[in-house]
């Protein structure tokens, strides 16, 4: 099955600062790159997504790069907020039968917007 | 419309006893999904269901059964709890025709 590795696990960066956040994955059938945001005692919320046809998608102050030759793919934010602070996770998913679908996670990355 | 409603919120259970997680969507989702999160182990697919009628095991199904009781309810059981399966558990949701999941606020689970 699909497995996804996110690097780095904690985070830590100035406010006003950019922080990157990266995740491989390992089936080359993958075509859908989801990025889900967790504050503290919260659900996951999704905050922008990729599907393979596409190689940067971008949203305000957040954007993705998706590189599929390398099977990687990653978060960018800019000018960190304090309200930036929270876990991220990547995700990636390949369709087969319709709705037949699901997501793989990556571990998660904390990251800490320091004032 | 409430989105994705998990129940109850917080559950402490002593080993041996059996408890229903449950989930329910407002939003006419035909695919819905039982997760575990686990510190330093992001989110684990227990089981899913693509449809109504239909349910498949994911990643970490051991332990657990599930029940699609119909388009809008999808119910997580524990037979026996352990103390492995202390954890917080998320119910979500998708349609079909979009990729984005929705997600219930959790359950956390103490088993004792």
């Known amino acids: 099955g699909e497995n996804v590795e996110q690097h780095p696990s904690t985070l830590s960066v100035q406010e006003g600062d950019s922080a990157v956040i990266k995740c491989t994955y390992s089936?080359?059938?993958?075509?859908?790159f989801p990025w889900y945001k967790q504050e503290l005692g919260k659900r996951p919320q999704l905050i922008i997504d990729?599907?393979?046809?596409?190689g940067e998608k971008k949203d305000q102050r957040i954007a993705v790069t998706l590189n599929k030759t390398a099977k990687h793919f990653s978060l960018h934010i800019t000018e960190t907020q304090p309200e930036d602070s929270a876990v991220y996770f990547c995700a990636a998913k390949k369709s087969r039968n319709f709705g037949n679908e699901k997501l793989t996670f990556g571990t998660g990355t904390r990251l800490t917007i320091i004032p | 419309n409430a989105g994705v409603t998990q129940t109850p919120k917080f559950q402490v259970l002593k080993t041996g006893q059996s408890m229903t997680l449950q989930c329910a969507q407002d939003?006419?989702?035909?695919?819905m999904y039982w997760y575990r999160q686990d510190p330093g182990m992001g989110l684990r697919l227990i089981y899913y269901?693509?449809?109504?009628?239909?349910?498949d095991k994911g990643e970490v199904p051991n332990g657990y059964n599930v029940s699609r009781l119909n388009k809008r309810e999808f119910s997580l059981r524990l037979e026996s709890a352990a103390p492995s399966q202390t954890s917080v558990y998320f119910c979500?949701?998708?349609?079909?025709?979009?990729?984005?999941?929705?997600f219930g606020s959790g359950t956390r689970l103490t088993v004792v």
């Open positions: 979500a949701s998708k349609t079909g025709v979009s990729y984005g999941y929705t």
């Open positions: 269901s693509a449809s109504e009628g239909t349910t």
């Open positions: 990729i599907r393979s046809n596409v």
């Open positions: 089936d080359s059938a993958s075509n859908y």
């Open positions: 939003m006419n989702h035909n695919s």
